[in-house]
């Protein structure tokens, strides 16, 4: 998490873009100078203004400076430009560090310690203040100096060219996202793959209950061997990496997902991502583990009523989960004709479920309650029932718990009798499609036959 107590932003005299910010942040607030031998600085409550003559990238070591000077730090905002030559109008964030060379400052093969909470943050204050402007905001993968810090620090940047560092509404809202940083925690994730600008992931940061510390590019993967990785895991206090599939090479994915793992660390989709919300990281492993005892390849999906439940009740603790089912078969065939009913249900009522490895709806049901699950599970059961009685024909014997349905299905061998051949011809019949033989129209009604099929309604409850 973020300590609130000590922000120091770094001012750099001779970068535009860095004066721009630091002016609007002296206007914004009653600063105080600091009485020290070494650097020109101001405070306002938990923040502290330095001025330094030379530039953000290589100042190395400058955390030590500021302790023996008696400013110590929490929290290091590198108050920065941004070049590019698109010239883009952009409010950027990242963190710093080199993958192999110290071509801009910093030291070969070392990462500086992120801090993730504040980026997520920070990004997610200038995408918000970002929509009815010129300008857009985005991460940034890791790269350049300085790299030898014990603090956590940042980069929040104004590019990308002269004018727009010298923009007074983006120091403005630069300035005020600073102001307004606050303790935001979340799982963090190391990323890798995409563009300079990590578009996924500034998505992910944006969008679902994620942090990032660093996140190296298509063009640095390369360079990162095992000693990297960890670095980049201890360093950012990751619990997962987050992989942009789309944009890496699949050798280059497997090699470092071989790394991953050894190290003892998950991949994680972006769908799982999703899925788990605001939920701690620790908790949505911890459920995971519990399901998979249950169905291996299944995953957890939550309602957002039970995400709700969770992140209140659980906050040093897994709860004890109730699990309950509905008969497989009769899941299977009313998804088969009205899924989006079926999810519908689900999505009002606070439990999870389960989907098997192709999507499709497994028949456990999880809640936090007994009772929840049993009500449910029964609710669910009706309106399977109800589908299948809107669509097929039925017999129901309470007796018995049994429901018969009466399906058609193609038959391959009236087809043969018929004289048509496995093959195209199939094809055509099963979707509902005439065919010729000898020329003579062969209708589907003909090489169909009736079924019934028996579904035995068990107690819903496990």
């Not at 995971?288 to 009740?313: D, G, H, P, W, Y």
Request: hydrophobic share 35%.
């Amino acid at each position: 998490m973020i300590n609130e107590n000590n922000i120091t932003v770094i001012c750099s005299l001779p970068d535009p873009a860095s004066v721009n910010i630091v002016e609007k942040l002296r206007l914004m607030r009653n600063w105080k100078p600091v009485e020290n031998n070494c650097f020109k600085a101001f405070r306002f409550k938990r923040f502290t203004i330095v001025e330094i003559g030379g530039h953000h990238i290589y100042q190395d070591d400058l955390d030590t400076r500021l302790e023996e000077c008696g400013i110590n730090s929490n929290l290091i905002i590198f108050a920065s430009r941004h070049s590019g030559k698109d010239g883009r109008k952009i409010l950027t964030v990242h963190t710093t560090g080199n993958v192999s060379r110290a071509k801009f400052g910093g030291r070969a093969c070392e990462l500086a310690v992120p801090a993730p909470y504040a980026m997520r943050n920070l990004i997610r204050s200038l995408k918000s203040m970002c929509k009815d402007s010129s300008f857009e905001a985005t991460l940034e993968a890791t790269h350049h100096g300085p790299s030898n810090l014990h603090t956590q620090s940042l980069f929040i940047e104004i590019g990308s060219t002269q004018t727009e560092w010298k923009d007074d509404t983006a120091g403005k809202n630069v300035a005020d996202a600073i102001l307004m940083l606050h303790q935001d925690d979340a799982p963090v994730a190391v990323g890798f793959g995409g563009g300079h600008y990590v578009s996924r992931q500034t998505k992910l940061v944006c969008e679902a209950g994620i942090a990032f510390g660093h996140i190296f590019p298509n063009h640095q993967l390369p360079f990162l061997d095992k000693d990297l990785v960890k670095q980049a895991f201890l360093k950012s206090g990751a619990d997962f990496a987050y992989f942009d599939r789309k944009a890496m090479k699949d050798d280059v994915r497997r090699n470092l997902a071989g790394i991953i793992h050894h190290l003892g660390y998950e991949v994680l989709r972006e769908g799982d991502i999703r899925e788990m919300g605001e939920l701690s990281f620790e908790m949505y492993t911890q459920l995971q583990q519990k399901v998979k005892k249950l169905c291996t390849n299944c995953k957890m999906r939550f309602t957002e009523t039970i995400k709700q439940e969770l992140k209140s009740a659980c906050k040093d603790h897994i709860p004890a989960i109730m699990f309950s089912k509905i008969d497989p078969e009769l899941l299977s065939m009313a998804e088969r004709v009205d899924r989006n009913r079926i999810e519908k249900l689900i999505g009002k009522e606070s439990i999870a479920y389960l989907e098997d490895e192709n999507g499709r709806f497994s028949h456990i049901l999880i809640s936090l309650t007994d009772e929840c699950a049993r009500r449910v599970a029964e609710m669910l059961t009706l309106e399977c029932i109800n589908i299948i009685k809107e669509n097929y024909q039925v017999r129901f014997d309470a007796d018995k718990g049994q429901l018969a349905v009466t399906v058609r299905r193609f038959s391959p061998q009236r087809a043969e009798e018929l004289g048509i051949s496995r093959g195209p011809l199939f094809g055509k019949l099963v979707r509902g499609e005439e065919v010729i033989i000898n020329g003579k129209t062969i209708i589907p009604d003909t090489v169909y036959e009736s079924i019934e099929k028996i579904i035995k309604l068990k107690n819903p409850r496990i």
